[in-house]
């Protein structure tokens, strides 16, 4: 959404940047570090790891988008490995069941006691493999904990690790023995990311790296899950203006009235939004939010969270264009025109 995120006739000027320094690892120190030892095997991905990074401060979910083949699951693999977090992938199929991803209650045969199994959702990095290839009973198992950062089993609450991040994956083109994502587990997701073949150069050095040896270890990464825990409580500190705060709104506010629009954003992507702003600054060391924070966000946060109508998505395929990008290009270009608070 590139137009989308060049600045309009009406900015909000935005606060003086602080010269005070807070505690902890230096936040684009940080994003520095990760893209490069992310990029060192996985090529062409640096945006896609911004927005990883942003995503795991700003304690959202994300959901990959693409066909196979373009090395989704290495590229989580090698973001939770550079962070020093614990990683577990899980397979989704159609005849798993919700067991198999919060655990369950097992009699131990030595105590004769039962006890509760862990299951993979413990981990700071989750990757749920082609999630829409299990039934809806298997992914609403995950809804809890994506949004409460806790399981209940047999009425007993187990709290996950922190940080804690779901990054999910789909194929896009193949639909037959799959489930449609339920539109409150796609409010859960912060951003939907879709991923395109690489060009033609990325393509190259991936073929000249990956063609004769097999992908390297990572060195080890002197961030603990604590340091990224106090990352987060830092980018809840970020200030947002007044102007930039009605900017969000007029955008969320304008995705429902927008009359190609049959179902807008909900309040909840509307903290969600602010949140991933406020790391998106954060990282970028700043602590206060510029409009260029939200617009540079926008198309991420709401591609997946907007219903078209059915003669408005067919116009993408005699056009030629990404409708649902144009619409919400308009949106965000509209609702930043209106932002400026009168003084």
Known sequence: MNDATSPGAAVPNAPPTSTGRSSGPDPTALLASLEASVGEEVIGYEPVVRLLAVAMVAEGHVLLEGVPGLAKTFLVRRFAGALALSFKRIQFTPDMLPSDIIGSVVLNPQSQSFEFRRGPVFANVVLADEINRAPPKVQSALLE?????????????????????????????????????????????????????????????????????????????????????????????????????????????????????????????????????????????????????VKNLAFWVLNHRLLLHPEVITQQYTSGRNTLESVLREIVKDGLQRAVVPR
């Open 145 to 293: 904990a994506m949004q409460e950062r806790q399981v209940t089993v047999d009425g007993i609450t187990y709290p996950l690790p922190r940080p804690f991040l779901v990054i999910a994956t789909e194929n896009p083109v193949e639909q037959e023995g799959t489930y449609p994502l339920p539109e409150a587990e796609l409010d859960r997701l912060l951003f939907r990311i879709l991923l395109g073949y690489p060009t033609e150069d990325a393509e190259v050095e991936i073929l000249r790296r990956h063609g004769s040896r097999l992908p390297e270890g990572l060195p080890a990464s002197p961030l603990s899950s604590e340091a990224l825990v106090a990352l987060r409580d830092r980018a809840l500190r970020v200030t947002i203006g007044e102007d930039v705060l009605r900017y969000v709104t007029n955008v969320i506010r304008g995705t429902r009235s927008d009359e190609r629009v049959v179902i807008g954003a909900s309040p909840r992507a509307g903290v969600q939004f602010v949140r991933a702003a406020k790391a998106s600054a954060l990282l970028d060391g700043r602590d206060y939010v510029t409009p260029e924070d």
